[in-house]
């Protein structure tokens, strides 16, 4: 496995380094101190698994960073490690196609518990932010947890479609979901899987029909709420 790590405090970059070595004894960690320096290093070997992105870097402030990263590095999963604890970042996180938003004031067994979330296929935010129940800026956070979404009854659903494989998605429409979940938008989506953006949005159409969401937001957290990640590669034909 090899993370990026993306923050101007050296204090920061050693701590997460040493909780994602928890991840994988043999994990490679490399550091960029603001976004220009880590752009230049995923465009010198473009192979890393997963980036951990600080939104208070010099020179590129708040979500245009994140932005900027799933613009010019779509492929690649990236999980926003902020300061800045309030609802509306992480909603705005989540929907620019982040893996997931972990406050710096989360404990270290918290956020490694995150970061296993992630790299086994899910998607983790702060429930108590997602809900509204989060203090804001910068305040203490409550312990993470598992994501959740604000008025909806994912254990309905759950039981609803407790029978169905897939929650009654098609195969092809479950690949279309594990895009979304990487945050592809529809026009990537349609080059990756070389269907009409039609296809694709009917797809999207049912997807958010099954999972009782009526946008790609909360369909991403209702996904996770549900225990469907990312998955594997596959090939989607209808």
């Known amino acids: ?130 809900r509204g129940e989060g203090r804001e800026h910068g305040a203490e956070a409550a312990p993470a947890v598992r994501s959740g979404v604000a008025g909806m009854q994912l254990s309905r659903i759950a039981r609803l479609h407790a029978s169905k494989p897939n929650f009654g998605l098609t195969p092809a429409q479950m690949v279309v979901l594990r895009l979304l979940l990487r945050g592809l938008p529809n026009k990537l989506i349609c080059r990756q899987l070389n269907l009409a953006e039609s296809t694709v949005k009917s797809h999207l159409k049912c997807i958010f029909a099954a999972l009782d969401v009526s946008n790609r937001t909360q369909a991403v957290l209702a996904a996770s709420e549900l225990g469907i990640g990312i998955g594997s590669d596959q090939t989607a034909t209808s």
């Open 1 to 130: 496995m090899r993370i990026l790590i993306v923050d101007d405090h050296e204090l920061i970059q050693n701590a997460l380094r040493l909780t994602v070595r928890e991840l994988d004894a043999h994990c490679e960690v490399v550091a960029a101190r603001d976004f220009n320096q880590a752009d230049e290093l995923i465009n010198a070997n473009p192979a890393f698994d997963l980036v951990l992105l600080d939104l208070g870097l010099p020179g590129m402030h708040g979500l245009k960073a994140l932005s900027e990263m799933r613009s010019r590095h779509p492929q690649l999963p990236v999980v926003v490690v902020s300061a800045q604890v309030d609802r509306a970042s992480v909603i705005q996180a989540i929907n620019l196609g982040a893996m997931g938003y972990i406050p710096k004031t989360t404990p270290g067994e918290a956020i490694l518990s995150a970061l296993r979330t992630i790299v086994s296929g899910g998607i983790y935010v702060p429930a108590d932010l997602v």
